[in-house]
């Protein structure tokens, strides 16, 4: 069992910024690769970014490119979601998720954190 714990959520202004964070402990030697997803109210959960541990390789939601970075400190086993520039819209519940291979759709992912509010004030 792998567990992941969320940190850094919370309401900011738009145009302000916010780091994410994500600790994964327990099982992971399969966890390759950590992920990023948000969910606004009556929206389906969306992919937001993910990392890969083995190969350094990061991919992004396009629409996200830009201003979204996502990083992982290996030695923590602890990833990163910097936001920037953010927008009303950006507003929703930001899960991060670990799983074997890389997947756009949230139900590949095996092991989820908690969710962590994220809030911008218009």
């Known amino acids: 069992q792998v567990q992941l714990v969320q940190s850094g959520g919370g309401l900011v202004q738009t145009g302000g910024s916010l780091r994410l964070s994500c600790a994964a402990s327990g099982r992971t030697l399969s966890s390759n690769v950590m992920g990023w997803f948000r969910q606004a109210p009556g929206k389906e959960r969306e992919f937001v970014a993910a990392?890969?541990?083995?190969?350094?390789?990061?991919s992004y939601a396009e629409a996200l490119k830009g201003r979204f970075t996502i990083s992982g400190d290996n030695a923590k086993n602890t990833v990163y979601l910097q936001m920037n520039s953010l927008k009303s819209e950006d507003t929703a519940v930001y899960y991060c998720?670990?799983?074997?291979?890389?997947?756009?759709?949230?139900?590949?992912?095996?092991?989820w954190g908690q969710g962590t509010q994220v809030t911008v004030s218009s």
């Open positions: 998720a670990a799983g074997v291979r890389f997947s756009l759709a949230p139900t590949t992912y095996d092991y």
């Open positions: 990392i890969g541990w083995t190969g350094g390789w990061t």
